[in-house]
């Protein structure tokens, strides 16, 4: 006869004589995330904290005595928030078609809608495969902002910086 305290020694011996081993320590990945776009054929990342929204082509006023990559003014959601088509503020062309979206970009002061040619999702990249901007084919209009790269199954996608972008004084002066 077994007291109580052994009959809990006894099966506790059990449990563990019949319990699966731990699995084996994986080393955690760290992963930056962005948005993945495409502008002029292109494929760029963007960081999320950058893109507070992503929209279907807004209904736009036209505004006028602005440059051509002014599209024009959105209400969204009750905000007015002009909308610049990138790839032509960078001397490009966008690509049309039913994919193209606009990004919201809210920076400090900076409230403004980017056209791009669509928008590839969220995007994850090891932290470790970030890259300079040194070497990336991208457009020397876009090179100003570039702010490294991330390399993914052999492709590097560039940075597009939009704090870059708002301190731009091209950017900001719109009018003709």
Request: proline share 5%; glycine share 8%; with cysteine.
């Amino acid at each position: 006869m077994m007291t109580p305290f052994e009959l809990l020694q006894d099966i506790a011996s059990r449990c563990r004589s019949h319990a699966a081993e731990l699995p084996s320590r994986i080393e955690a990945v760290e992963n930056w995330r962005g948005v993945g776009f495409i502008l002029a054929g292109r494929r760029y990342v963007a960081p999320m904290s950058d893109v507070s929204e992503i929209l279907t082509a807004p209904k736009l006023t036209q505004v006028p005595g602005v440059k051509h990559w002014v599209q024009g003014v959105a209400n969204v959601r009750g905000r007015l928030i002009p909308v610049m088509d990138l790839a032509a503020f960078l001397g490009g062309r966008s690509t049309s078609g039913r994919n193209k979206r606009t990004l919201i970009i809210e920076k400090g002061d900076l409230l403004n809608g980017l056209t791009v040619d669509a928008v590839l999702g969220m995007q994850y990249f090891p932290v470790e495969s970030k890259q300079d901007s040194s070497d990336l084919d991208v457009p020397d209009q876009a090179k100003a902002f570039i702010s490294g790269a991330y390399l993914r199954d052999g492709e590097l996608w560039p940075v597009f910086s939009f704090d870059e972008l708002a301190n731009d004084q091209n950017y900001m002066d719109i009018a003709v």
